[in-house]
């Protein structure tokens, strides 16, 4: 079983702190970006004769990157300096949802998040990532604690700036991938950061301008927000070229941003608190252009699965704590499977596991994180400073 890597900056400048983690983690970054490459080629060739230019894209993302987040700008560059690696291709991997979807729009089957605000209990918030499980080698817990005092946790890959966190402010995010027919068009035109990602040359051929990429709005939601309502603004406040779901939760409250190209739809708990989401659309916004049926029926199973365990619960029968909703997780059906692992059926490339399972402490402030799904026995709980 892959144990969990851990890694924690220096409270530095954002070039400086990517200088550091580049210098300290160089092979391993470099592995992160070749095995990225080969994965858009196999996603690539599963619906097209006609390669991907891995090295065009991840330009073009670059170029994006620099004109729509040139704090991330910084510290991609200083992850490339410090590693050695092309800062175009960590720019790719940043931008890997954005890409993926360019390559392969069809998607696969994902994450599954649970958040329960119940009456008189803590918060509790619980996400398994799903993933390619050739990259179960690539991913750490990366604390950042910045110069003015914030501190940020996040689970991510080695040279992508976020994805699952917390931050001191006791904001946390989960990452679920969604597929919409607007992702086939990339970010719709009009508006300034419409105008940047097309400027400079950067898509020159007039297809699919790439927007804003989404792990750096997670990182930015991490870096920034203060509240479920800040990251809200936040996330309304960017144009994307790809679909995800930002799962916000705090103290207080809870929202499942859905994002596609050209719209957001929010989800909120229900009366009992209670918020599960998958990988398909649910919001009345985006649920038109939903491509999930297109990859097959899991997102649906996986959230029927955990709603069926987790709704209705309470007094003494209320959601208490990360083990409580893991327990409902240990599902391992062929299709729709919550706790996923690999399918010796498929090119090694693409055989797709739960890499991990992440618990947010949005009280405590602190991450539990268990390499593997649910059914793992590896525990870390690591509280931020």
């Known amino acids: 079983m892959t144990s969990v890597r851990t890694f924690t900056s220096s409270a530095l400048p954002a070039y400086d702190r990517g200088v550091e983690l580049g210098e ?10 070749a095995d990225y490459d080969r994965l858009f080629r196999a996603r690539r060739a599963q619906c097209s004769d006609e390669p991907f230019d891995v090295a065009l894209w991840s330009e073009r993302a670059w170029a994006v990157i620099g004109a729509l987040a040139p704090q991330a700008a910084q510290e991609i560059r200083g992850i490339a ?9 960590i720019a790719g991997i940043n931008a890997r949802t954005e890409l993926l979807a360019i390559a392969n729009p069809t998607g696969t089957d994902e994450c599954s998040t649970v958040v329960s605000l119940a009456p008189g209990r803590p918060p509790v918030a619980v996400q398994t990532w799903d993933w390619y499980a ?12 910045h110069p003015d005092g914030r501190v940020v946790q996040t689970v991510t890959e080695y040279g992508i700036l976020g994805k699952i966190g917390v931050n001191t402010a006791g904001v946390g995010v989960m990452f679920n991938m969604l597929h919409h027919a607007n992702d086939l068009a990339g970010v719709p035109a009009g508006g300034e950061q419409a105008s940047a990602a097309k400027a400079d040359g950067r898509q020159a051929d007039g297809a699919h301008p790439i927007g804003y990429p989404l792990h750096l709005l997670a990182r930015r939601v991490l870096d920034d927000a ?15 070229s790809a679909s995800s779901s930002l799962t916000v939760v705090d103290e207080r409250a809870a929202v499942s941003a859905e ?18 989401r998958t ?8 649920r038109g252009g939903c491509l999930a049926e297109d990859i097959g029926p899991g997102s649906r199973i996986r959230i029927d699965t955990l709603r069926g365990a987790l709704s209705g619960r309470a007094g003494d029968r209320a959601i208490d704590g990360v083990d409580d909703v893991v327990a409902t997780m240990l599902d391992h059906r062929d299709v729709g499977g919550v706790c996923a692992h690999p399918d010796a059926a498929y090119d090694p490339v ?9 618990g947010i402490d949005v009280a405590g402030l602190g991450l539990d994180v268990r390499a593997g799904g649910p059914c793992g026995a590896e525990v870390r709980v690591l509280a931020a400073s």
């Open 24 to 33: 300290r983690h160089a092979e391993d970054v470099a592995r992160t970006v």
């Open 81 to 89: 300096d410090g590693s050695g690696v092309d800062v175009r291709r």
């Open 134 to 145: 050739a990259m179960a080698g690539n991913w750490f817990h990366w604390t950042i604690p």
């Open 226 to 240: 203060r509240s479920v309502a800040d990251a809200v603004d936040l996330i309304g406040s960017v144009r994307t």
């Open 259 to 276: 994002l596609f190209p050209g719209g957001l739809g929010l989800l909120r708990p229900d009366e009992d608190g209670l918020l599960v």
């Open 279 to 286: 990988n398909h659309f649910v919001s009345a916004e985006g």
């Open 350 to 358: 693409l055989q797709h596991a739960t890499l991990a399972t992440v």
